[in-house]
Nanobody
Framework: QVQLVESGGGLVQAGETLRLSCIHSGNYAIRYAVGWFRQPPGKEREFVAAVSGSRGIKEIADSVKGRVTVSSDHSKSTVFLQMSSLKPEDTAVYFC????????????????WGQGTQVTVSS
């Protein structure tokens, strides 16, 4: 059973930068992909970014492209999501999720999920 734990959320001002971390259990570096998703209040969960473990292939949602970077530190079993120029509409619970294989952008493609971390951006 894969375990994922997100951290780094909080209350920030618009325009600031935030880095979220996702620590995952087990040694899945070769076969996994980790995705970041977010769920704004009252809305569906949506894709933000993903990175594959084996080749470092990345996918970023068009809605955040240019403001978001995703990276991995295999030695720490951690995947990072850095968001800059934050906007109030970035307010959401941010989740990381893991799957075997390559990156995907649908929540249903990821069987394992963390519990999420709240990000609130004030104007």
């Amino acid at each position: 059973q894969v375990q994922l734990v997100e951290s780094g959320g909080g209350l920030v001002q618009a325009g600031e930068t935030l880095r979220l971390s996702c620590i995952h259990s087990g040694n899945y570096a070769i076969r996994y992909a980790v995705g970041w998703f977010r769920q704004p209040p009252g809305k569906e969960r949506e894709f933000v970014a993903a990175v594959s473990g084996s080749r470092g292939i990345k996918e970023i949602a068009d809605s955040v492209k240019g403001r978001v970077t995703v990276s991995s530190d295999h030695s720490k079993s951690t995947v990072f999501l850095q968001m800059s120029s934050l906007k109030p509409e970035d307010t959401a619970v941010y989740f990381c999720a893991m799957r075997e294989g390559g990156v995907r952008n649908r929540p249903s493609d990821y069987p394992d999920w963390g519990q999420g971390t709240q990000v609130t951006v004030s104007s």
